[in-house]
């Protein structure tokens, strides 16, 4: 069975500041994996997406993420961020063929002025 | 965006009453979800269905039930809503499984639901 943690909960940030939001998954067999972005009272939207390839992707917004097969992680970057970038954020991962996306618990980015 | 309305966005019931929620869709896709949102818990798949009329439990499937009667719409029913049903629902699309597809689901706007 897959899994996906999120480390933390909730991180604080200035604007401009550069943030990390950390997730690894757990799977013996190879997996996609997603970040997906939640603006209150909204639902999920796609940020970006792992299938295989550049383990480097870039996604909306000036997000990015790096895929690390060795340490099973999939880490959400920016090297700037702005107060509209305050949402919770998940990962998830599915694996090729199948019909269910498991999500991490969520992390949620404050952005302060 | 995806098609995706789910109605009614908000209600609030008592404990021991049905609770209907609807997703309709306009995309035409074969996979459609119900996930639950809470703190603490992220997204968890109550259930999903794999077609009109197919339908299978996710991990929290207990104190629901769905029906897919056509493509478009995807109802999940709280037979007698108890008050841990208090909830976000999220219905979510899937163009499921096949060789090209990754596994992403668009999601619709949510359902709050408050059980008194």
């Known amino acids: 069975a897959q899994s996906v943690t999120q480390l933390d909960s909730q991180v604080p940030v200035f604007e401009e500041a550069p943030v990390e939001l950390r997730c690894n998954y757990s799977?013996?067999?190879?997996?996609?994996l997603f970040w997906y972005v939640q603006y209150p009272n909204q639902g999920l939207q796609l940020l970006l997406k792992?299938?295989?390839?550049?383990?480097l992707v870039k996604g909306i917004n000036g997000f990015e993420a790096e895929f690390n097969k060795s340490q099973t992680s999939f880490h959400l970057r920016k090297p700037s961020v702005h107060i509209s970038d305050t949402a919770e954020y998940f990962c998830?991962?599915?694996?090729?063929?199948?019909?269910?996306?498991?999500f991490g618990t969520g992390t949620r980015l404050q952005v302060f002025p | 965006d995806a098609g995706i309305t789910q109605s009614p966005r908000h209600k609030v019931t008592e404990t021991g009453t049905p609770v209907t929620l609807r997703c309709h869709q306009t995309?035409?896709?074969?996979?459609m979800y119900w996930y639950r949102q809470d703190p603490g818990h992220g997204l968890r798949l109550i259930h999903y269905?794999?077609?009109?009329?197919?339908?299978d439990k996710g991990e929290v499937s207990d104190g629901y039930s769905v029906s897919r009667s056509k493509t478009e719409d995807f109802l999940l029913t709280l037979e007698s809503a108890t008050s841990s049903q208090t909830s976000v629902y999220f219905c979510?699309?899937?163009?499921?499984?096949?060789?090209?597809?990754?596994?992403?689901?668009?999601f619709g706007e949510g359902s709050r639901l408050t059980v008194l």
């Open positions: 995309e035409n896709h074969r996979y």
């Open positions: 799977s013996s067999v190879s997996v996609y």
């Open positions: 792992y299938l295989s390839g550049s383990t």
């Open positions: 998830a991962v599915s694996v090729p063929f199948t019909d269910k996306l498991i």
């Open positions: 979510a699309i899937g163009a499921g499984p096949s060789g090209l597809n990754t596994g992403e689901l668009f």
């Open positions: 269905s794999y077609g009109v009329k197919d339908t």
